[in-house]
Nanobody
Framework: QVQLQESGGGLVQPGGSLRLSCAAS????????MVWYRQAPGKQREFVAG??????NYAESVKGRFTISRENAGNMLYLQMKNLNSDDTAVYYC???????????WGQGTQVTVSS
């Protein structure tokens, strides 16, 4: 498996931007797909964006505002977030899984708060 550590969260005003990072360590060569999920207070964890060799996909709520990317060596995952609003306030988690789905690793999460 791999170990994941998110960073880059913080307080941002509505309309602002943030870039989240996720550092992977361990057997990163086995990673097939990486994802960002988020969990707002009182809500279930929800999918935000994912990236694999086949491409990227996004939740409808973030399409056009968020961009997921992965550094070529494979050990860094990013989420560029623009035009943030209060609905984006949540703890953001990165996840990684191999192609056979035999495991799923999560980081500890990073808090994003959108408020004026």
């Amino acid at each position: 498996q791999v170990q994941l550590q998110e960073s880059g969260g913080g307080l941002v005003q509505p309309g602002g931007s943030l870039r989240l990072s996720c550092a992977a360590s361990g057997t990163i060569g086995n990673i097939h797909a990486m994802v960002w999920y988020r969990q707002a207070p009182g809500k279930q964890r929800e999918f935000v964006a994912g990236i694999a060799r086949s491409g990227t996909n996004y939740a409808e709520s973030v399409k056009g505002r968020f961009t997921i990317s992965r550094e070529n060596a494979g050990n860094m995952l990013y989420l560029q977030m623009k035009n943030l609003n209060s609905d984006d306030t949540a703890v953001y988690y990165c996840g990684a899984t191999p192609q056979d789905g035999s495991w799923l690793s999560w980081g500890q999460g990073t808090q994003v708060t959108v408020s004026s």
